[in-house]
């Protein structure tokens, strides 16, 4: 026990007397989780906002129509939406050809003629090829405005007509009493309208649900609690994995040949070196949350839960490459295969992008990681609930890890 | 001239003999290509906005309303009873009917699953409310004094007067982009910053510490030889790199490159600025551990910022203007504009420029930390 006491102790300061890899590898995740955390913030009301839309708006009727269609770009929620520029056809389809805006709306020549006659018109969308989303947003905004007119144009067609026919004649030539019947017939229009829009007669309201064990995004919910799990567990299986392929170094440079000469036995070398693995990932993981909290505001939930389970990460990742170790012939191979396990693990687990965007196909992969059960842990801590699953998984397995690499490494350093 | 490409040919030789190799040069970036492909692509069981409507009306109403939903890129399923799974489902309740009959206001409930595409659902929600105003607009032209049971025989029916119609600036594309044809680009990129930062990097650290270089200054190839040679090779591993990841793209994926010239200078330009950085960060790192850290931060940082993971158009404008310190930003920028608008070399000359002033100062920096011994 006192040999394995020392040997911990001895791996620990090793670390810490050059501790610029582990520091490294520590910034990592707080640095992404910084930069995705800032660029996807959500706003006050929890929802990720998009950059101001930039749209070309290019009016080729003129009309009163298009006059309106233009002022809807200046409701409140709308403009926040989008950052408009009325621009020309020609000088509009330049700068889409430059990438310069999202999309160009071009509103047709006669719009309005059209509407006032009840003949289908068109809006054009012209999309920026190069956007994936924005422009999509804009297209989506353009259905509604088509829908919007096309409502008012058949609700209000017989005073469209007459405003129609009204501006092409000279003012002089309309008396009060031709206008009357109209205005008459509008203004039951309008009470109508009231009635079915004060209050609006049909609302939506949406929530948002969850499968069984699942729980939404909660109000107040912050972002860089969401992220930082992930791209811990990942910086957190580099480090462990650095400080496991130690075994393969002293390996190769015949220091635990030496050391077998001493009365310590490969069963002592080996729990020490699987426990200052633990303790290692525990001291940086720890120390990262809390560095995560101080920058970030992370409220992890339940701090001893909390820990229990990053323990139970730590054991995990540490019992995992031990038992890897055992199975590499030397630190070459120990390099070019944990590595890309350890971002295979990342890709699937949850670490690379959340685990509900990851395509359906291929999410059960997951299961398999201790990215995805530390990331599940993480956020069922902070909703309030205990993680059992997270706990009974990663427990089981990393005991049955640890009593293979026990016994495979007791195999690999006697030969 | 020989010397120089002896030096690199047998650096790149070294490099595919590595058992990692085979993982990192395609099976990973595979992997990444399927995971953010898909996702821009929509799940493929979401990808036409599938909204379920539980319709537990008791009247006309409720199958009216499902009726205006109908519309081109959102699949209905019409439930009596609420399903145990579903994407997105609008609950239309027992009284809807009655209170349209009595003109009184009501809230449809939308349950999203929170597992489902937010894409998909934003287009749902967009369809609901066309659906509603499309009722509303008939039920104004019908009156709010007449007798509702009459309204479906004399009902006006809401028509499309206004359709939307869309298209590509002219002169660029003419086919719609795929999420792959966003995402190759990006995963090429990051791929070549990983790939010869950390290969390089190690490398060049590897070669000092065990007295490589030294050894080939005992042969006849100058100093300016071995770094020309050692640039070469990690110019070599990015090319490799990307012309793996393009054969890919091409192959599984019918990437689409633009003008082929063009996207493949912009690979070698960029490919320049990430050698020359991996030869400076291999001289003045001495530890792998080290090396992989620095280079996984900083070619994680470049591509957050170069819009390599997602489209640099849903950033925050000061992000976009911080992204342009980093290279992926401007190979990025070539790569939109010659795939998307098809644009010549007039259009990316002064992006190739800043690439080149990347290779300048990372060669300046490189050449001061070259050593050839610890």
């Not at chain 1, 088509?146 to 209000?156: L, R």
């Not at chain 1, 009060?176 to 109508?192: G, S």
């Not at chain 2, 650290?205 to 071995?226: G, P, Q, T």
């Amino acid at each position: 026990m006192r040999r394995t006491s020392l040997i911990i102790r001895n791996d620990i300061r090793r670390r810490l007397k050059a501790p610029m890899a582990t520091i490294l590898f520590m910034i990592i995740p707080l640095a992404m989780t910084a930069v995705i955390g800032m660029i996807f913030d959500p706003g006050a009301g929890g929802e990720t906002t998009l950059p101001p839309i930039k749209l070309l708006l290019v009016d080729q009727d003129k009309g009163l129509a298009a006059k309106f269609l233009i002022g809807a770009f200046d409701q409140k929620e709308v403009k926040d939406m989008f950052q408009v520029t009325l621009v020309d056809a020609a000088t509009g389809e330049k700068l889409m050809k430059k990438g310069k805006a999202s999309a160009m709306l071009v509103i047709p020549a006669h719009f309005s003629d059209d509407l006032a006659d009840q003949k289908p018109t068109a809006l054009e969308v012209v999309k920026n090829p190069s956007e994936e989303f924005l422009p999509g947003v804009a297209e989506e905004f353009a259905g509604t405005m088509a829908v919007g007119f096309s409502a008012i144009a058949q609700v209000f067609a017989d005073e469209l007509k007459v405003i129609q026919s009204a501006s092409k004649l000279e003012l002089k030539d309309i008396t009060i009493a031709q206008m009357t019947p109209f205005l008459e017939m509008a203004r039951v229009k309008i009470i109508a309208l009231q009635s079915y829009l004060s209050p609006l007669l049909l609302q939506m309201k949406a929530s948002t649900t969850v499968k069984p064990g699942q729980t939404a995004q909660p109000k107040g919910f912050n972002i860089f609690s969401y992220i930082m799990p992930g791209m811990l567990i990942m910086f957190l299986l580099f480090i462990v994995e650095a400080f496991m392929r130690e075994i393969q170094n002293e390996r190769a440079d015949g220091k635990i040949r030496r050391m077998m000469f001493s009365p310590l036995s490969t069963r002592e070398l080996i729990t020490a070196r699987l426990f200052s693995g633990w303790l290692m990932g525990v001291l940086v993981c720890s120390l990262a949350m809390a560095v995560g909290s101080l920058l970030f505001g992370i409220d992890w939930g339940n701090l001893p839960l909390v820990f229990l389970l990053v323990v139970i990460s730590c054991f995990w990742c540490a019992a995992f490459f031990g038992m890897l170790n055992a199975f590499f012939k030397n630190k070459n191979q120990a390099g070019a295969f944990a590595s890309p396990i350890i971002l295979v693990f990342a890709a699937f687990g949850g670490s690379m992008l959340p685990l509900e965007q990851i395509p359906q196909g291929m999410r059960w992969l997951a299961r398999f990681t201790v990215n995805n059960w530390f990331i599940t842990g993480c956020r069922t801590i902070v909703d309030g609930g205990v993680p059992y699953l997270s706990f009974i998984v990663l427990s089981v397995s990393g005991l049955v890890f640890a009593g293979v690499a026990m016994v495979a490494l007791q195999r690999r350093l006697s030969t | 001239m020989k010397k120089i490409w002896h030096i690199g040919f047998l650096d790149l030789k070294l490099t595919v003999k590595d058992k990692a190799f085979f993982f990192w040069m395609l099976a990973f970036p595979m992997v990444f290509i399927l995971i953010f492909g898909n996702l821009f692509q929509g799940s493929k069981t979401d990808t036409k906005a599938s909204l379920t409507v539980l319709n537990q009306d008791q009247g006309k109403w409720g199958a009216y309303f499902i009726d205006k939903l109908k519309a081109p890129g959102i699949e209905l399923t019409v439930e009596a009873s609420e399903p145990k799974e579903y994407f997105r489902m609008l609950v239309i309740p027992p009284d809807f009917s009655t209170k349209i009959e009595k003109r009184a206001a009501q809230t449809l409930e939308l349950k999203k699953n929170s597992d489902a595409n937010m894409q998909a659902g934003a287009v749902a929600e967009i369809k609901i409310t066309q659906a509603m105003a499309k009722l509303i607009a008939e039920l104004v032209l019908y009156g709010n004094q007449r007798d509702m049971q009459a309204f479906f025989e004399t009902r006006s029916p809401y028509r499309d007067l206004v359709l939307v119609k869309t298209r590509l600036p002219e002169g660029t594309i003419t086919k719609v982009p795929s999420g792959f044809d966003h995402v190759i680009p990006g995963i090429l990129v990051q791929f070549v910053m990983m790939m010869v930062l950390v290969y390089g990097g190690i490398s060049v650290m590897e070669d000092r510490k065990r007295r490589v270089l030294a050894r080939i200054l005992y042969s006849s190839a100058s100093f300016a030889e071995l770094f020309a040679g050692k640039f070469l090779g990690r110019v070599l591993m990015g090319l490799l790199q990307s012309a793996i990841l393009i054969a890919a793209g091409k192959l599984f994926f019918h990437l689409n490159l633009g003008n082929v010239w063009l996207t493949g200078l912009n690979i070698l330009v960029f490919t320049l600025a990430m050698a020359a950085l991996s030869i400076f960060v291999g001289s003045v790192l001495r530890k792998e551990e080290l090396i992989v850290g620095v280079s996984v931060l900083t070619a994680n940082m470049f591509a957050a910022l170069g819009g390599c993971w997602w489209p640099i158009e849903i950033v925050p404008p000061a992000f976009r203007t911080l992204g342009m310190v980093s290279p992926a930003y401007w190979a990025m920028d070539v790569f939109h504009q010659v795939i998307f608008f098809g644009k010549g070399f007039d259009a990316v000359w002064p992006n190739f420029l800043v690439l080149l002033g990347f290779t300048a100062v990372f060669m300046a920096l490189a050449l001061r930390f070259f050593k050839v011994e610890e």
